[in-house]
């Protein structure tokens, strides 16, 4: 039989099993593949989620220090490949996955990244939003991007050739790597800070889609969109799109391409101007030609020969429209005249005299139809007492005794049967008073009598 120091604890045989699955070297590094299930992202947190496929399921957890580094966010239903460690958590003794790392299977986790920005910013129409025009002919062009590479060397070769009294200001940022992102948005809000920029250009050379990432980035996007500059973007090849191409106002396919969008070319302008000059000229002298035209032509009228004949007609419209007037005004007189008569009427006819005079009336009336009715209802009512009288007499026994009759009372009660009469002396009532009599014989009614 086992003694009580054979038993363990849960918690030791807990670390004794963590031991075994933190020692084991197998299980120090595990390369898994599955589908994500239970995932609720926790903002600036540790995460915590389940990996699983059609038979089993692993709970996982991947710390902040690791999930930051994530280009894409994951998704319950997404299938992913991870690297991390098997160990055991001890308070509730299940094992799970520390994961390290992750990306989607099948598909780069940068290009998944791309996407579900892609996606989350169409949804927002950051994409559709207006986008702003070009000026024209700008003063001053700010461009952000290397100040070591071939982009700001051939914008200030093409705007130089294309339109020289452009200005190309440098704002120098770091375009690959981690620290680039938050670099391009400085230089960006740094140019629209300065307040006498035109334009601006974002640009980069070719690359991989790592070398073109802090493009992608959702911050340089918003900046981009925020800013109160129209955005000319040039950012890898043509093949390539970015982010940032998609939320400027402008893509270029190249640098070159870029300073050409940005600024027209001088001597074509020059040209221009020139040809609109000289079609100005000739509009004006073949207008000024058919003015002068027209001023002899009305020179010759016969309105400056006889002046007087421009406003006779005038003359005569300003009298009929006086006597028009005139006639109008008395009409709208008598109008007014009639409508403050009827409205005096209808003061008259609402004046408090004439209501408190109607109302007196009223109350006299009310008192006489009053006064007739309560004398209808005394005379009504002295009537049904005379007939409640009348009946009340009729029914009366002195009447009924009047008649004849008369009722015997013995030992102070009346007497009504034959058998309630006894020999002893009696009271006779009569209608006019009182006999005394004594019973000295009853003789109950036969049947025959009856």
């Given at each position: ?29 595990v ?29 996982a ?13 994951p ?11 098997i ?22 986790d ?97 690359g ?76 004006m ?19 400056f ?22 006639q ?77 009759y ?45």
């Amino acid at each position: 039989m086992p003694t009580n120091n054979d038993y363990l604890t849960v918690s030791a045989l807990t670390q004794y099993i963590k031991r075994k699955f933190d020692v084991d070297p197998y299980l120090g590094k595990v390369y898994l593949t599955g589908e994500i299930s239970n995932f609720r992202l926790r903002p600036h947190a540790h995460q915590y989620f389940s990996l699983k496929d059609d038979h089993a399921k692993i709970n996982a957890i991947m710390f902040r220090s690791a999930f930051e580094k994530l280009k894409f966010v994951p998704e319950t239903g997404m299938k992913v490949l991870v690297t991390g460690r098997i160990s055991l958590y001890e308070p509730s003794g299940s094992y799970q996955i520390y994961v390290e790392r992750m990306e989607p299977d099948g598909v780069g986790d940068l290009y998944q990244a791309y996407e579900q920005l892609k996606n989350q910013l169409t949804q927002e129409g950051l994409f559709a939003a207006p986008k702003r025009p070009l000026p024209r002919f700008p003063k001053r062009i700010a461009v952000v991007t290397s100040p070591s590479g071939a982009v700001i060397r051939d914008i200030i070769t093409t705007a130089r050739r294309r339109y020289p009294i452009a200005q190309i200001v440098l704002y120098p940022a770091v375009v690959q790597g981690d620290a680039a992102a938050a670099d391009i948005v400085r230089q960006i809000q740094r140019a629209n800070a300065n307040g006498t920029f035109d334009t601006l250009i974002i640009g980069r050379g070719g690359g991989s889609i790592e070398d073109l990432w802090p493009f992608n980035e959702e911050k340089v996007a918003r900046a981009i969109a925020a800013s109160r500059l129209p955005v000319i973007s040039s950012v890898g090849h043509e093949t390539d799109t970015t982010i940032a191409d998609l939320v400027a106002d402008v893509r270029a396919a190249t640098p070159t391409a870029a300073a050409e969008l940005a600024v027209p070319v001088l001597s074509d302008e020059l040209l221009k101007l020139q040809q609109a000059r000289t079609r100005l000229f000739n509009a004006m002298t073949n207008r000024i030609r058919f003015q002068q035209q027209r001023l002899n032509r009305s020179l010759g009228a016969y309105v400056f020969q006889q002046p007087q004949r421009l406003y006779e007609t005038y003359v005569q419209r300003l009298d009929r429209a006086q006597q028009g007037l005139t006639q109008q005004m008395q009409v709208q007189f008598q109008n007014w005249q009639q409508r403050v008569q009827l409205t005096q009427q209808r003061l008259l006819a609402q004046s408090p005299a004439n209501r408190v005079h109607q109302a007196q009336q009223t109350v006299t009336q009310d008192q006489q139809r009053l006064q007739a009715e309560m004398r209808r209802y005394l005379t009504a009512q002295e009537d049904h007492v005379h007939q409640l009288m009348s009946g009340l007499d009729y029914l009366s026994p002195l009447k009924i005794m009047s008649r004849g009759y008369s009722y015997v009372t013995q030992e102070d009660h009346i007497v009504r049967k034959v058998a309630d009469l006894k020999p002893a002396p009696a009271t006779i009532h009569l209608s006019d008073g009182t006999a005394a009599a004594q019973i000295t014989k009853i003789t109950p009614a036969t049947e025959d009598q009856s």
